[in-house]
């Protein structure tokens, strides 16, 4: 005897990736998304019927974002469709790399990177793209030297700590 189950609700569905992103929500680089909202019914799990509710930029990780237009959802997943989510995965672990080594986030050392990237990915498509990119580039370069200087005070406040916590040893290595 097969059970009729029927339900419905909204559902979040990716269409285009737009690329990694620092998201402030969730506090990491993660993939950002042009999203639909729709209202799905489903008979034993086959959608009946579908209904698209609003478009929006969306993180995957949190699912905060902003809602956009039905015009602006379109003209944007133009812009962004050269870069698919399987290139966008890929450059993005090269570029985690590639950042690792940036001694800073000037004007300089990003277009280095982009040019980099650029030569293996569609990257410099267009505008969107290129801003996406240098973005990214710039932010994870930026978040790993913060990353190092809040380590670095952390080790310096925890020296001083032993420090005057034990003088005999502060003394010892003066
Ligand atoms: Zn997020």
Not at 78 to 97: A, H
Not at 166 to 173: E, H, K, L, V
Request: proline content about 3%; hydrophobic content about 40%; charged content about 20%.
């Amino acid at each position: 005897m097969g059970m009729i189950v029927y339900g419905w609700g909204d559902v979040v569905k990716h269409k285009q990736i737009m690329g990694y992103q620092w998201c402030q929500s969730c506090g990491s680089f993660a993939p950002r998304y042009l999203s639909k909202l729709v209202f799905r019914v489903h008979i034993s799990y086959i959608p009946v019927f579908m209904k698209t509710k609003g478009y929006f930029i969306a993180c995957k990780s949190c699912e905060a974002g902003k809602e956009i237009t039905k015009q602006e959802f379109k003209a944007l997943k133009e812009l962004y469709k050269p870069m698919t989510k399987s290139m966008t995965k890929k450059c993005f672990k090269e570029l985690q790399g590639l950042c690792a080594g940036a001694a800073d986030n000037s004007e300089a050392s990003v277009s280095l990177i982009f040019n980099n990237i650029a030569s293996r990915y569609p990257v410099a498509a267009n505008n969107a793209l290129t801003g996406e990119y240098r973005q990214l580039i710039t932010d994870l370069i930026g978040e790993r030297i913060e990353r190092q200087r809040a380590l670095k005070q952390q080790q310096q406040q925890f020296a001083q700590q032993q420090a005057a916590m034990n003088p005999q040893i502060a003394n010892q290595q003066i």
